[in-house]
C-alpha cells in the first residue's frame, strides 16, 4: 500500500534562517507531488506541484522554492524565513494519468517563524 | 477565477444529522469533493460527486450538488465525537489536481 511521510511534525524557527521540509512516497511510481499551505482560518493554496523528477510548477510567487531530486522525494526550501511563511504546510501526492485525481495527505508541518 | 465558499464553523449534538454547505461560482465545475481534517494531521478524502449526479450516499454520508444554485453539501448522519474535524470542499473543472480549489473548511464540533 502507498504511504506518504512528512517531516517534520512541528518547526520553530527565527525569521531569516532557511528552511528544508521532506516529503517521500512509497508504495507508488511517478506520483504527481504537491505542497499545499494551510495559513489560520484559511483554505489551501497550492504552493507547488511536480510531475515528474526536475518538474516543478510554482502557483504563487513566494520565498519559498521546491525541488524533486527523486521521483518519491519532495522537498520545500527557504533561504530566508519570513513571518508570514508561518503555517501549517502538507505534502500530498495523486496518480498521474488519472481523470478524477484524488489527493493523498501527508501529515502536515506546524511551522512557527518568529 | 473559482471561489468556493463554507461557512467557518458548525456545532451539533451526538446522534444528530449534520449538514455542510458549500457554494462555488463556476458553474463548469465538473468534479466536486469533500476532505476531512481531523486535528493536527492531513486531509483525508471523504468523497467526490461528478456534476452529472445529484446525489451520493456512502454509509453516513450522503452528498447533495445542486447544479442551478452552485450548491453543494455534505450530511453526515448519526453524527458521532469522532467526527469532529474540519471539513473541506474543493472543486475542480478538468478533475486534475494541480487544478482543484479548496474552500476555507468548516470546522464541525460535535457536542454530548
Known amino acids: 500500500s502507498q504511504t506518504i511521510h512528512q517531516w517534520p511534525a512541528t518547526l520553530v524557527q527565527p525569521v531569516g534562517s532557511p528552511l528544508s521540509l521532506e516529503c517521500t512516497v512509497e508504495g507508488t511510481s511517478n506520483p504527481n507531488l504537491y505542497w499545499y499551505r494551510q495559513a489560520a482560518g484559511r483554505g489551501l493554496q497550492l504552493l507547488f506541484y511536480s510531475i515528474g523528477i526536475d518538474q516543478i510548477s510554482s502557483e504563487v510567487p513566494q520565498n519559498l522554492s521546491a525541488s524533486r531530486p527523486q521521483d518519491r522525494q519532495f522537498i520545500l526550501s527557504s533561504k530566508k524565513l519570513l513571518l508570514s511563511d508561518s503555517g501549517f504546510y502538507l505534502c500530498?501526492?495523486?496518480?498521474?494519468?488519472?481523470?478524477?485525481?484524488?489527493?493523498?495527505f501527508g501529515s502536515g508541518t506546524q511551522l512557527s517563524v518568529l | 477565477g473559482e471561489d468556493v465558499e463554507q461557512s467557518l464553523f458548525l456545532s451539533v449534538r451526538e446522534g444528530d444529522s449534520s449538514v455542510i454547505n458549500c457554494t462555488y461560482t463556476d458553474s463548469s465545475s465538473t468534479y466536486l469533493y469533500w476532505y476531512k481534517q481531523e486535528p493536527g494531521a492531513g486531509l483525508q478524502l471523504l468523497t467526490y460527486i461528478f456534476s452529472n449526479m445529484d446525489m451520493k450516499q456512502d454509509q453516513r454520508l450522503t452528498v447533495l450538488l445542486n447544479k442551478k444554485d452552485k450548491h453543494l453539501s455534505l450530511r453526515i448522519a448519526d453524527t458521532q465525537t469522532g467526527d469532529s474535524a474540519i471539513y473541506f470542499c474543493?472543486?475542480?473543472?478538468?478533475?486534475?489536481?494541480?487544478?482543484?480549489?479548496f474552500g476555507t473548511g468548516t470546522r464541525l464540533q460535535v457536542t454530548l
Open positions: 474543493a472543486e475542480s473543472i478538468t478533475g486534475t489536481a494541480s487544478k482543484l480549489t
Open positions: 500530498a501526492w495523486s496518480v498521474q494519468g488519472r481523470a478524477n485525481e484524488k489527493l493523498f
